[in-house]
């Protein structure tokens, strides 16, 4: 088959691997910058150009879009998705995860556990959404943040103020969420791919930490999830709408809570610590679901 990954370093890891198993499975992959594409929407042909060379059509897109340039990633995936090629994940589903509170108010109306989570415009509720969430400590999420940058522990209400009033200045979107102290610093990664839990990681912070990121200096060991920790991943996935995807749980007093399900979840960090080949499985899930010409995606917008 015929692949292309949109990504703006081919030299990642994930990229790597992607490539790599593509290769090692008998297809060809080409790797383009998402931000040297060029669309032309205004023909009854949808054209895309790279560096000026019109685009073939291929059998699947694998989107890998930075959360820096998610609004033009996905236009340009959306013109794929317009040429009939299949994206390993849907451009729609990518923006219901990109935007925490969005992803949240899915999930809730699926009944899967989440922290307590509130959220309001401007500073002047900001007393009320504290309360909300139960009072200090807080956790404050940026509602577009990745890597754990742009989220911020507050340990007490006046900090929690001062900070969402910070936000509010500056004119970023925020939530607010209780705290969960169960998770100590980790969570649970959950790699899922088509409804299954394919391998999953503890996360744990660095010390002093809250937040268990790799990005933040975090490390993963290898776990088995229960049963019920696997069908809450996998419902969780399906209520985005992502084919592949990293969910990120914490243990709590209640059972799992989800946090937020990444659409281009990264491949170092579980496959160092699993040994599961996980690139080669999202290889083989576009080999059996893309067909060019028979899948169309569900929709856009
Ligand atoms: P990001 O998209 O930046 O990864 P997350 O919502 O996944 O944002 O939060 C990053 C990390 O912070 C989580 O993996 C978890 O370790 C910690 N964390 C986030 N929210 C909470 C919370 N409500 N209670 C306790 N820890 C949290
Ligand atoms: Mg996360």
Do not use: W
């Not at 023909?43 to 890998?64: E, H, K, T």
């Not at 400590?137 to 507050?154: D, H, N, S, Y």
């Not at 985005?240 to 990264?266: A, Q």
Request: proline share 4%.
């Amino acid at each position: 088959m015929r692949f292309v990954m949109l990504a703006r370093n081919p030299g990642l890891y994930s990229h790597v691997r992607l490539c790599e198993a593509a290769r090692a499975r008998g297809h060809s992959i080409d790797v383009i910058n998402t931000l040297h594409v060029h669309m032309n929407i205004t023909s009854n042909l949808p054209v895309l150009r790279y560096n000026g060379r019109r685009l073939p059509i291929y059998d699947a897109v694998i989107p890998r879009i930075g959360a820096s340039i998610t609004h033009y990633g996905l236009a340009v995936l959306r013109q794929f998705e317009m040429q009939g090629i299949f994206p390993l994940n849907e451009s729609v589903a990518i923006g219901r995860s990109r935007d925490k509170l969005r992803a949240l108010q899915i999930l809730a109306r699926e009944g899967i556990g989440l922290p307590v989570t509130a959220f309001a415009h401007g500073p002047r509720k900001a007393e009320d959404v504290i309360k909300e969430v139960g009072g200090a400590p807080v956790v404050i999420k940026l509602l577009e943040g990745a890597q754990g940058m742009g989220v911020v522990l507050a340990e007490t209400e006046g900090s929690a103020r001062s900070i969402i009033e910070a936000f509010s200045a500056a004119n970023v979107n925020i939530m607010v969420q209780e705290f969960v102290p169960e998770a100590s610093g980790s969570d649970i990664r959950a790699f899922v791919i088509d409804g299954e839990v394919v391998a999953a990681t503890k996360r744990i912070g660095r010390p002093g930490e809250f937040r268990s990121n790799l990005h933040r200096g975090g490390t993963a060991i290898k776990i088995d999830l229960t049963p019920e920790e696997c069908q809450i991943a996998s419902h969780a996935a399906g209520a985005v709408g992502l084919n592949v995807s990293g969910v990120d749980m914490v243990r709590s007093s209640r059972g799992p809570l989800v946090m937020e399900v990444n659409s281009s979840p990264g491949l170092e960090g579980i496959e160092g610590a699993t040994g599961i080949d996980i690139a080669g499985l999202v290889i083989a899930f576009l080999e059996k679901t893309a067909s060019y010409g028979k899948t169309q995606t569900k929709g856009m917008g």
